[in-house]
């Protein structure tokens, strides 16, 4: 949360808190990152910030994606505010316009839920596939998104970065390549 508040929200996050005393579990992450999507269910907004601990946080968060142009144009459908180097889609072009500040990655590729942001099309739509599917949140998100036709928009550069810390569930470490603290739309 300290490191939360030094940036420009002027609210603190809702926060879901795994209060579960055995080990961490990918199934058990998964059911907690539901009750994180339920949670935001219970707030009408266009769009939900989802964001996981141990992160790092870009100081103009809130006034960059409020200038992100697929947020200003309502056509985000689902986005990542950290990029631990995902694979742009071969077709992509969006990425050589640096004034749109994002590229497209397939939902093949995709991993690493640390800042997702959903449309509330997106948020409906995940609560109500969750369990058509059986794998780590991040994955899920990507196997939903992939059942709408959809891409996920990556933000550039990365407005959050990973701390590297251990993973509670034995996963492998990785941090963003692009995570700017400072940058600013």
């Known amino acids: 949360m300290q490191r939360w508040r030094q940036g420009d929200w002027d609210q603190d996050p809702v926060v879901v808190v795994d209060d579960q005393p055995d080990n961490a579990t990918p199934d058990r992450l998964t059911a907690n990152a539901?009750?994180?999507v339920?949670?935001?269910?219970?707030f009408e907004a266009d769009?939900?910030?989802l964001i996981e601990d141990d992160l790092l946080f870009n100081f103009n968060l809130r006034h960059n994606l409020l200038n992100w142009q697929p947020l200003r144009q309502g056509r985000l459908w689902l986005g990542s505010l950290y990029n631990p180097q995902l694979e742009v889609v071969p077709d992509d072009t969006s990425w050589a316009l640096r004034p749109s500040h994002h590229f497209l990655v397939a939902p093949a590729h995709y991993y690493g839920?640390?800042?997702i942001v959903l449309s509330r099309k997106a948020l409906e739509s995940v609560r109500a596939a969750w369990e058509l599917y059986r794998s780590p949140y991040d994955i899920r998100l990507?196997?939903?998104a992939h059942s709408?036709?959809?891409y996920i928009l990556m933000h550039t550069p990365s407005l959050v970065q990973h701390l590297p810390v251990a993973s509670t569930w034995g996963g492998c470490q990785h941090r963003a390549v692009d995570f700017d603290p400072f940058y600013r739309a």
């Open 47 to 49: 769009y939900y910030l």
């Open 148 to 150: 709408h036709g959809q």
């Open 34 to 36: 539901r009750r994180m």
């Open 38 to 42: 339920d949670a935001a269910a219970e």
């Open 113 to 115: 839920a640390q800042a």
């Open 142 to 144: 990507a196997e939903i």
